[in-house]
C-alpha cells in the first residue's frame, strides 16, 4: 500500500508542477533537466563534467549533448580543469547567468501561483510536510542528493549575488515585513531604490552584498555599504527568512559585515533600524553595537521608533587621557 502511495503521489505531482511538459508550463525552451542544470551551474562558480554527472545522475553522453548545446547557444564556456587537465570546467557565461536567473524567476512565479492556491493557515504545515518527507528519504544515503546537496545539510552558506538575487531582496523585504509588521509598499520601495543604488554603483573593495543559502536556495541578505563618511561603513537590509531561522544566520551575516568593514580600512559600522525588530536588535548587541540615538517617526504605514547604532572598529582615544 505504502509503494501505491508514492507512487500516486509522484503522478499527482508530475502532473501538478508541469513536468512532463516543463518548457511550455514555464514559456521557455528548455527541458526539466537543461533547466536543472542550468540551476547547478548558476549556484556554483565552477564546476566540472564529472561532479555534474554525479550531482544529477546524469549519462555521460545525456549530459555532454545538453553542454553542446548551451556552449552553442553561447550559455557556457569549456575549458580544461584547473584541478585536472583532464576533466572539464564547465563556467556560465553573462548570457548563462541571465538565462538562468529568469529561469528561477519564472519557477519562483510557478510556485507562487501553486500557493495561492493554499490557505495561508496550512502553508506552514505543507512547508513541513515536504521538509519532513525530503529528511526521512535522504537519512540513510546522503549521497542520493548529490556531493554538493550533502554539504548543504551541514548549514546554510553565505556566498555573492547572483543574477537574480538583487530582486529576490526586494520582493522578499516587502513580503516578509508586510506579513509580519504590517509594513505597506513604501518600505519596499525603499528596498527597491537601496538595491538600485548598489547595483548602479559600487566599488567592490568596500561595499559588498551577501546571500544566505539553505539546502540551495536564498533564504536570507545582508549589505555593507560606505556611508557619507568615507570611513564608516553601513550595514543594511539583514533579513533572515522565517523558515531559516534558528541556525545562526542572523549573526553570522553580521558578523561578515563587520569583519569585511574592518578588513576594508573602515573606522567604524553605523547602522539604522527600528525598534520593533527585537531579534535584530538582539543580534547587534551581541556584536558589539551601542545605541546611540532613537527618534519617533510614522513610516510604512506605522508609527515607529527609529534607532542608530555604531560598532567602533578602532580604538578610540580616551578623554582625559595623557598619552
Not at 96 to 120: H, I, N, Q, Y
Not at 251 to 272: P, Q
Amino acid at each position: 500500500m505504502t509503494i501505491q502511495e508514492i507512487r500516486a503521489f509522484n503522478r499527482f505531482y508530475t502532473n501538478l508542477i508541469g513536468a512532463l511538459n516543463y518548457s511550455k508550463h514555464l514559456y521557455t525552451p528548455y527541458t526539466l533537466t537543461e533547466s536543472r542544470l542550468l540551476y547547478e551551474l548558476a549556484h556554483t562558480p565552477r564546476t566540472d563534467a564529472a561532479e555534474l554527472r554525479a550531482e544529477l545522475s546524469l549519462d555521460a553522453g545525456y549530459l555532454s549533448r545538453m553542454l553542446t548545446k548551451f556552449e552553442r547557444e553561447g550559455l557556457v564556456e569549456r575549458a580544461p580543469s584547473e584541478r585536472d587537465a583532464r576533466r572539464q570546467r564547465i563556467t556560465l557565461t553573462q548570457q548563462g547567468r541571465g538565462t538562468a536567473a529568469l529561469l528561477d524567476e519564472r519557477s519562483r512565479e510557478a510556485v507562487g501561483t501553486l500557493l495561492e492556491r493554499v490557505e495561508p493557515d496550512k502553508r506552514p504545515r505543507l512547508v513541513e510536510a515536504l521538509r519532513t518527507a525530503r529528511e526521512i528519504l535522504s537519512a540513510d544515503d546522503p549521497a542520493a542528493a548529490g556531493p554538493r546537496a550533502s554539504a548543504r545539510r551541514d548549514g546554510p552558506v553565505l556566498r555573492e549575488p547572483v543574477p537574480g538575487d538583487l530582486g529576490w531582496m526586494v520582493q522578499r523585504h516587502g513580503a516578509v515585513y508586510a506579513a509580519e509588521y504590517g509594513w505597506n509598499a513604501t518600505f519596499e520601495g525603499l528596498v527597491a531604490r537601496i538595491v538600485a543604488d548598489f547595483a548602479a554603483d559600487h566599488d567592490e573593495r568596500l561595499e559588498r552584498v551577501w546571500i544566505a543559502e539553505l539546502d540551495g536556495r536564498p533564504v536570507g541578505s545582508v549589505m555593507c555599504v560606505r556611508d557619507e563618511a568615507r570611513d564608516t561603513a553601513r550595514l543594511r537590509l539583514l533579513l533572515v527568512e522565517p523558515e531559516a531561522r534558528g541556525h545562526g544566520l542572523g549573526e553570522r551575516m553580521v558578523g561578515a559585515v563587520v569583519d569585511f568593514a574592518r578588513d576594508a580600512g573602515y573606522r567604524e559600522v553605523v547602522l539604522w533600524t527600528n525598534d520593533v525588530l527585537t531579534a535584530a536588535r538582539k543580534l547587534y548587541v551581541r556584536a558589539g553595537f551601542t545605541l546611540v540615538a532613537e527618534k519617533p517617526h510614522r513610516s510604512y504605514g506605522a508609527d515607529l521608533v527609529g534607532q542608530d547604532w555604531r560598532l567602533p572598529l578602532v580604538d578610540e582615544p580616551v578623554v582625559g587621557s595623557l598619552s
